[in-house]
């Protein structure tokens, strides 16, 4: 490992600390709403009913059984396959499946926080201490560590030539799909074909698990979930969100055409950017952009979004895109993102700025 200067340790261990203790005033909430969806899916898994497993009054009934002062419910919308993935917590008590939980999520993320240090040098501790989405997830009982450590993973296969390889794990992201939407645009317009084919195989493999497991009836039941407008903590909140949703909702801007109007300038700013440019600026503009158009993105979900900053100050020779970059790790603009309305646009305004820098960072960088 790189050496760390004793200031960088100080930095760290007083972020370490201030997180925690901001974490530890969200843990009771975190138990009783976002883990206790995803506990659910794993008892449910257990059970072998995949069938069943998104119809809301089955998920209702679970939760009450665990949870006897549930209110409304909490539903679990990954998809039959993650069921599995997350199964062995079903075999333990609540409480302690909670606490392996946050175990668990904070491992990944200082396990990240490891590569990025073994990877670009002593300074890159600063940046991902500083990031909040990583501490604010794990506080909130997601599991956005996950998707932080499958894209470094794929970043890193595809770095060693194993370009399937690094598609298939970039697929695993599926769990939460609506995250890595324009991923196929970008290997499609990079023209990186063993990826792409890695990335297919895996999501064909995962469909396909999906409907072993709960055949047409589960796969109807999981589309309804989805579309299901009736329930209330489905897409709560969206003035807290981040992507153009949040901007939307921030700034009083109603009706279709906004996102569709909106999501159609990023991805052809998108597409104009990553001509040419190399594997690290599709690393740093896809998934940006793909958290940038879609609906349902909180603060957390951003935690992937390290992968991007890391690469755009230890990758990235323009002073610009390094400012953007290091101004985007501060806690700034996910703090304003718990602020309410209408300065949680601060955020989505935020993640804009940060996408349209890069992408000129990529133009900039084809033309000299």
Same mark, same amino acid.
């Given at each position: ?18 997180? =925690? ?70 075999? !333990?008590?609540? =409480? ?11 491992? !990944? ?12 040098? =002593? ?22 560590? &996950? ?98 949703? =949040? ?5 009083g801007i109603k009706g279709a055409w906004f996102p569709a109007v909106f999501g159609l300038c ?30 349902? &993105? ?6 992937? !979004? ?10 990235d020779g323009w002073p610009a895109g390094r400012i953007a970059a290091t101004l985007f790790s ?39």
């Amino acid at each position: 490992m790189p050496k760390v200067s004793l200031t960088v340790w100080v930095v760290v261990a007083g972020m370490c600390v201030f997180w =925690g203790l901001l974490g530890s005033l969200m843990l009771p909430a975190a138990r009783s709403h976002d883990f206790l969806n995803l506990y659910t899916g794993a008892r449910l898994a257990l059970e072998g009913r995949f069938a069943e497993m998104h119809e809301p009054s089955v998920q209702l009934a679970e939760e009450r059984k665990i949870y006897p002062e549930l209110g409304t419910l909490v539903p679990f919308v990954r998809p039959a396959f993650y069921s599995l993935v997350l199964a062995p917590l079903g075999l !333990l008590p609540y =409480g302690a499946a909670f606490t392996v939980w946050i175990a668990l999520q904070t491992a !990944l993320l200082l396990g990240a926080w490891a590569w990025a240090w073994r990877r670009f040098g =002593g300074d890159a501790l600063v940046f991902s201490a500083m990031f909040l989405p990583g501490p604010l997830g794990i506080a909130s009982g997601q599991d956005c560590a &996950v998707l932080l450590a499958l894209l470094i993973c794929s970043y890193e296969l595809e770095r060693r030539g194993r370009a399937g390889a690094a598609g298939a794990v970039l697929a695993l992201m599926l769990m939460k799909f609506h995250l890595v939407l324009l991923w196929p645009v970008a290997l499609v317009v990079q023209k990186r074909w063993r990826m792409l084919a890695g990335f297919c195989a895996a999501a064909a493999a995962e469909v396909a698990l999906c409907l072993a497991l709960g055949g047409w009836r589960g796969a109807e039941a999981y589309a309804r979930l989805l579309l299901n407008k009736d329930l209330d903590r489905l897409s709560p909140t969206p003035e807290f969100m981040i992507s153009v949703q =949040g901007l939307a909702a921030n700034l009083g801007i109603k009706g279709a055409w906004f996102p569709a109007v909106f999501g159609l300038c990023v991805c052809a700013a998108l597409v104009w950017a990553l001509r040419g440019a190399p594997a690290w600026r599709m690393f740093v503009l896809a998934p940006t952009a793909s958290l940038l158009i879609v609906p349902h &993105v909180y603060g957390y979900d951003a935690a992937l !979004l390290l992968v991007p900053v890391w690469l755009a100050i230890f990758e990235d020779g323009w002073p610009a895109g390094r400012i953007a970059a290091t101004l985007f790790s501060t806690p700034v603009p996910f703090g304003f993102a718990l602020a309410g309305k209408p300065y949680s646009v601060v955020a989505s305004l935020s993640l804009a700025a940060f996408f349209l820098v890069q992408a000129a960072g990529a133009v900039r960088a084809r033309r000299e």
